[in-house]
């Protein structure tokens, strides 16, 4: 497989493409261990990584959305994190932020927008308010 990026225009083999074709097989089969019944899921996710796009998944509690963003994660190689919405969560905490250490100097400590995976969930129970 190639390693560098193809340019618009430019064409694979058939044996790349068949080596293309295996991983992506590979990747589903991996993923269908942990997840049962949700294979159209899977293929959009897959083809949003591929396709270097972004996916929004909505469901009630318990569906897997989690666990199959985990799993896709893992089967990668790609890193993994999960940012919990809250009513108090500042742009820091999503982005990261940049530190100052006396022996090395400023370091960026990298939050989780900047992981290729990313779960964002939001916690609407947390900002219901009681009026009286």
Not at 5 to 27: F, M, Y
Request: glycine fraction near 6%; aromatic fraction near 4%; hydrophobic fraction near 45%.
């Amino acid at each position: 497989m190639k390693e560098d990026i193809l340019q618009q225009g430019q064409k694979l083999s058939n044996e790349e493409i068949r080596e293309a074709a295996r991983v992506i097989l590979n990747i589903k089969n991996e993923i269908k261990k942990v997840i049962a019944g949700q294979e159209e899921v899977i293929d959009s996710f897959i083809c949003a990584l591929l396709c270097n796009g972004h996916v929004l998944v909505e469901g009630v509690p318990g569906i897997a959305k989690t666990l199959l963003i985990k799993s896709l994660a893992q089967v990668t190689g790609c890193s993994f994190k999960r940012i919990q919405f809250t009513v108090d969560l500042l742009p820091s905490d999503i982005l990261g932020l940049t530190t100052y250490n006396p022996e090395s100097g400023f370091e960026i400590v990298k939050g989780p927008m900047l992981i290729l995976l990313s779960l964002m969930k939001l916690i609407e129970a947390l900002q219901k308010r009681n009026l009286l």
